[in-house]
């Protein structure tokens, strides 16, 4: 009977501690965000942010989460430096007043064990909006490589651009942007 009792109490108290929140560091080596605007009617441009920080902190016995993640808008790359000084400059980004922008998600959405979308605050030029990023290919395994419990998803989201104050030659340059992060975060 001693030997059941202990290994209930065992049981539970291993069962607290895996349904814990756990928290990920995101791994600017794997996260990739992107952003698609249309030009002219013409053509869809896209453009890259090479550096990414933070966290994600997961309970997936109670379906909650939340997100820190920082993007540099300083690493902006566009394929075309002409492009992406302009970018950078005052009609845009304006990276040298606002080097950074932040998603800060606090409402994470789950159907069964995969997350499908997180509700949060996109802070750009200063300027916070709520924003909802809809998330594919969620996945949460130890990883193949590490051997660490590691997580990964896409995320997207439209937004307008005028709202956060970036309303240079709209609309000619679309007033829609869309946003896409690839993330991979572990332990």
Known sequence: ??????????????AGAFA?????????????????????GYSTQRGTFETTSGT????????????????????????WEKRDAHLKGEDFFHTAKFPSMTFKGKDFKFSGDKLVSVAGELTLLGVSKPV?????????????????PACGADAMTTIK????????????VSDEV????????SK
């Open 132 to 148: 909802t990023l809809q998330v594919s290919n969620f996945k949460c395994s130890p990883h193949p490589m590490s051997k660490k």
């Open 161 to 172: 651009r005028s709202d956060f104050g970036m309303a240079a030659y709209v609309p000619a």
């Open 1 to 14: 009977m001693k030997k059941i009792i202990t290994a209930a109490l065992f049981s539970a108290f291993a």
């Open 20 to 40: 814990a929140p756990e928290v990920y560091t995101i791994d600017p080596s794997h996260t990739y965000p992107t952003f698609e605007v249309n030009h002219l």
């Open 56 to 79: 994600v902190t997961l309970d997936m016995e109670k379906k909650t989460g939340a997100a820190d993640i920082k993007i540099d808008t300083t690493s902006l790359r566009t394929g």
């Open 178 to 185: 869309t946003l896409r992060i690839q993330i991979e975060a």
